[in-house]
């Protein structure tokens, strides 16, 4: 719940990538807050980049696997109010397991998260301006952002006859 990484593609990239990362980021929540309070600054943040970026479809990876409960239900809880945040938007909400998004960008199911991380830039077209001039992909699409685009490029190689208007 403390960090939230979102990332907006766009299907047909240039240069022979899969598609064109438009932006990325992570939300931020302090742990000093309620978690009241952190879920609603997810869901109000969300919906601002819905918003800003026009999205037509989410796509999130599901809780697999937690050895802490306690911050098991909390990654629960911010995955509930990442749907009914889409849901409130009239946007449909994709789920996909880590070992779909391994085996999706990767093709095996135990991959490291370095490896999808690497994927994921090879698969992706990124314009310096879509994630901010100073800094390039390699440094914004790291950790959770380059979950939340794993996960988006899994969605979009499930679906590939689908068609967004």
């Given at each position: 719940?403390?960090?939230?990484?979102?990332?907006v593609?766009?299907?047909?990239?240039?240069?022979?990538?899969?598609?064109?990362?438009?932006g990325?980021?992570?939300?931020?929540?302090?742990?000093?807050?309620?978690?009241?309070?952190?879920?609603?600054?997810?869901?109000?943040?969300?919906?601002?980049?819905?918003?800003?970026?026009?999205v037509?479809?989410?796509a999130?990876?599901?809780?697999?696997?937690?050895r802490?409960?306690?911050?098991?239900?909390?990654?629960?809880?911010?995955?509930?109010?990442?749907?009914?945040?889409?849901?409130r938007?009239?946007?449909?909400?994709?789920?996909?397991?880590?070992?779909?998004?391994?085996?999706?960008?990767v093709?095996?199911?135990?991959?490291?998260?370095?490896?999808?991380?690497?994927?994921?830039?090879n698969?992706?077209?990124?314009?310096?301006?879509?994630?901010?001039?100073?800094?390039?992909?390699?440094?914004?699409?790291?950790?959770?952002?380059?979950?939340?685009?794993a996960?988006?490029?899994?969605?979009?190689?499930?679906?590939?006859?689908?068609?967004?208007?």
């Open positions: 719940m403390a960090n939230v990484g979102w990332a593609l766009r299907k047909g990239g240039r240069e022979g990538r899969e598609a064109e990362l438009m990325c980021g992570c939300i931020k929540t302090k742990p000093a807050e309620s978690s009241a309070e952190r879920l609603y600054l997810i869901d109000s943040s969300l919906g601002k980049l819905i918003d800003k970026f026009g037509k479809e989410m999130v990876e599901s809780l697999f696997f937690a802490n409960v306690k911050s098991a239900m909390q990654v629960a809880e911010a995955i509930g109010v990442i749907k009914v945040c889409g849901a938007q009239k946007i449909r909400v994709f789920d996909y397991t880590p070992l779909q998004i391994k085996m999706t960008l093709g095996y199911g135990q991959a490291e998260k370095r490896q999808v991380e690497v994927m994921v830039r698969f992706l077209f990124c314009k310096a301006e879509s994630v901010g001039k100073k800094k390039g992909m390699d440094q914004m699409l790291t950790g959770h952002a380059s979950d939340a685009a996960a988006g490029l899994t969605h979009l190689f499930t679906n590939r006859d689908l068609v967004i208007e």
